[in-house]
């Protein structure tokens, strides 16, 4: 044993760290504790679900926050902010009246204004604050802007993000088989040339993403919004 934390221990120790920061910062410590995962739900960076687990002599039941890998790109202030956003809703479970599943109502919005993040079904200033799909934007000089960069001086970030290459597959639509058949080198370079012929677009109200050449104009058939090219 080298005493050197595995990855495992890294990425899941992480998120625990920010959630317990972020519930005594933003919660009064109110929070119970919950099982965070990683779960690859298309078009989602995150989601809450109440007592999802139970171990296993059943004297007990937990709640899931669930973060999806697929967005940590995206740097660790968004990923954080992912984490406060399902945090609320694990408030609104145990302390408030949610309404039917993923949707945001007032409540929610009040509760996330409170802790410094501004609901909006656009993720920016003029959306709507309620709905089935409700993004936020943190409020500058907000409770969640000075926790997250008090956070972050303290030497805070995200451990692990997607390799490049798994990324590039990914675009392309192909995957890199584990069953020792092919060339991984090949793969992985024809996986990268590929990706270099598409642009991902996201929707910035529900996240949805679609790939095209260079300068398209596309709108999400949802939200009825402009798709914004990410890199």
Known sequence: MTGIPTPTAQAYGDLNRAYEFFNERLF???LPGCLITFQRKKGCAGYFSGRR???ADGSEVTDEIALNPVHFHMGTVEVLQTLVHEMVH???HHYGTPSRATYHNTE?????EAVGLIPS???QPGGKRVGQKVSDYPAPG???ELACDDLVRDGYGVAWIENTVSAAAAIAGDSISD???GDEAEDAEAAAAAAKKKVKYSCPACGCN???KPGLHLICGTDKVDMAAVD
């Open 28 to 30: 009064g410590g109110d």
């Open 53 to 55: 687990f139970r171990s």
């Open 90 to 92: 694990l408030w609104q």
């Open 108 to 112: 929610w919005a009040d509760k996330m």
């Open 121 to 123: 079904d656009t993720g």
């Open 142 to 144: 907000g409770p969640f």
């Open 179 to 181: 069953d020792g058949e």
């Open 210 to 212: 679609a790939w095209g």
